[in-house]
């Protein structure tokens, strides 16, 4: 049973940092596609940021320059370092485990982390 937790969220000023983290159970962590999604009210969930295996990210346009996401095989822990937070960043995220491709299976996902950026 592959399980996710996230973990980090919080109310934040505009301009101020939260570092969010999702702790993966199972042994599939470091083949894993792991990604950072975010919901905010009344709108789809996005991606925000992905990380393979080996380590390339894909950020949205929205948070270049102001969120980097991190990965910790050894401890099977994904990160999200979110930085210059401004109010329209307000969400849940959540994180999401997805097979490489190839290899089929089903994504996996925590239940989400609140942010709220608000002064």
């Known amino acids: 049973q592959v399980q996710l937790v996230e973990s980090g969220g919080g109310l934040v000023q505009p301009g101020g940092s939260l570092r969010l983290s999702c702790a993966a159970s199972g042994s599939f962590f470091s083949i894993y596609v792991m990604g950072w999604y975010r919901q905010a009210p009344g709108k789809q969930r996005e991606l925000v940021a992905r990380?393979?295996?080996?380590?390339?990210?894909t950020n949205v346009d929205s948070v270049k320059g102001r969120f980097t996401i991190s990965r910790d095989n050894a401890e099977r822990t994904l990160y999200l370092q979110m930085d210059s937070l401004k109010p329209e960043d307000t969400a849940v995220y959540y994180c999401?485990?997805?097979?490489?491709?190839?290899?089929?299976?089903?994504?996996?996902w925590g239940k989400g982390t609140l942010v709220t950026v608000s002064s």
């Open positions: 990380i393979t295996s080996g380590g390339i990210t």
């Open positions: 999401n485990a997805r097979p490489p491709v190839g290899m089929g299976g089903m994504d996996y």
